[in-house]
């Protein structure tokens, strides 16, 4: 990457939440692969676009640690998937990654802390749902290890034959993404992202609102939030999978609410 390449733009497609939202639907995860086309369409149009502008712009997948972005930019904050970064207004329903590295001068955008982080410590929804464990339960808390035993002996970028995935060195949470690929494939249907208190989508319910802020600066009510999410479901479509397949109305463009993307 050139070093004139200061600046960073951060971002990600929208996930398949009609399908995302519906319990254990089989096919929610599987639904959501049509987000790595749809990724490596948006790419190209905006490198071409800044480059039209008159400026250079990098992207490569090996180059992306998708999730780091994502918290020094402000656009999520980390949580107890571990994987997945999750934002104030959309939660988990925010799907792949772009990174690009640039030298059109940007303006820079802080990191937030809108409660969620925190939220998690006695949340533990995610975990509870995920049938294949690879959540941390709700009574391990952020640590410095990999959670899942992995070494950087056996990385595959060190001379080793596996991927290291779950990298130790910083203070957080991590998800066993090799039990959580089984999981996805298997049929869980992404059960710990479709699940998640924070994937609220758009409908001009004040309530919402009121709960992210005070979230964000009463962690005292965390305990209450996460019960009433239990309680109430919402964010849910319980209802029966395959009749999805019997109302066109939710037969949404690439699977996603519109008003996910109004916002």
Same mark, same amino acid.
């Given at each position: /990457?050139?070093?004139?390449?200061?600046?960073?733009?951060?971002?990600?497609?929208?996930?398949?939440?009609?399908?995302?939202?519906?319990?254990? #639907?089989?096919?929610?995860?599987?639904?959501?692969?049509?987000?790595?086309? &749809?990724?490596?369409?948006?790419? %190209?149009?905006?490198?071409?676009? *800044?480059?039209?502008?008159?400026?250079?712009?990098?992207?490569?997948? =090996?180059?992306?640690?998708?999730?780091?972005?994502?918290?020094?930019?402000?656009?999520?904050? !980390?949580? &107890? +998937?571990?994987?997945?970064?999750?934002?104030?207004?959309?939660?988990?329903? *925010? &799907?792949?990654?772009?990174?690009?590295?640039?030298?059109?001068?940007?303006?820079?955008?802080?990191?937030?802390?809108?409660?969620?982080t925190k939220f998690c410590? $006695?949340?533990? /929804?995610?975990?509870? $749902?995920?049938? +294949?464990?690879?959540?941390?339960?709700?009574e391990i808390g952020q640590?410095?290890? $990999?959670?899942?035993?992995?070494?950087?002996?056996?990385?595959?970028?060190?001379?080793?034959?596996?991927? *290291?995935?779950? /990298?130790?060195?910083? =203070?957080?949470?991590?998800?066993?993404?090799?039990?959580?690929?089984?999981?996805?494939?298997?049929?869980?249907?992404?059960?710990?992202?479709?699940?998640?208190?924070?994937?609220?989508?758009?409908?001009?319910?004040?309530? !919402?609102? /009121?709960? =992210?802020?005070?979230?964000?600066?009463t962690p005292l009510f965390?305990?209450?939030? &996460? %019960? +009433?999410?239990?309680? +109430?479901?919402?964010?849910?479509?319980?209802?029966?999978?395959?009749?999805?397949?019997?109302?066109?109305?939710?037969?949404?463009?690439?699977?996603? !609410?519109? #008003?996910?993307?109004?916002?």
């Amino acid at each position: /990457i050139p070093t004139s390449h200061k600046y960073v733009i951060t971002a990600h497609n929208m996930s398949c939440d009609e399908l995302l939202r519906r319990p254990f #639907a089989g096919f929610g995860g599987a639904a959501e692969g049509i987000s790595y086309t &749809r990724v490596a369409f948006a790419k %190209n149009v905006v490198q071409n676009f *800044m480059r039209g502008l008159g400026y250079h712009v990098a992207y490569g997948h =090996k180059l992306q640690p998708a999730p780091v972005w994502d918290f020094l930019s402000g656009l999520a904050e !980390h949580c &107890r +998937m571990g994987q997945i970064a999750l934002s104030p207004e959309y939660g988990a329903l *925010m &799907r792949t990654h772009a990174i690009f590295y640039t030298d059109l001068p940007l303006a820079f955008t802080p990191p937030v802390d809108a409660g969620i982080t925190k939220f998690c410590e $006695t949340c533990g /929804i995610c975990a509870d $749902t995920c049938p +294949m464990g690879a959540v941390p339960k709700v009574e391990i808390g952020q640590n410095w290890e $990999t959670f899942t035993g992995q070494d950087w002996a056996g990385d595959d970028g060190t001379g080793g034959i596996a991927g *290291m995935y779950n /990298i130790p060195g910083y =203070k957080g949470w991590r998800c066993d993404l090799i039990s959580c690929t089984v999981g996805t494939f298997s049929g869980c249907g992404a059960a710990c992202k479709s699940n998640c208190p924070f994937n609220t989508i758009p409908d001009g319910s004040f309530m !919402h609102s /009121i709960v =992210k802020s005070t979230v964000s600066t009463t962690p005292l009510f965390n305990s209450f939030f &996460r %019960n +009433m999410e239990e309680t +109430m479901r919402y964010g849910l479509l319980d209802k029966e999978p395959s009749s999805w397949w019997n109302n066109p109305a939710e037969w949404h463009v690439y699977g996603t !609410h519109p #008003a996910l993307l109004e916002q």
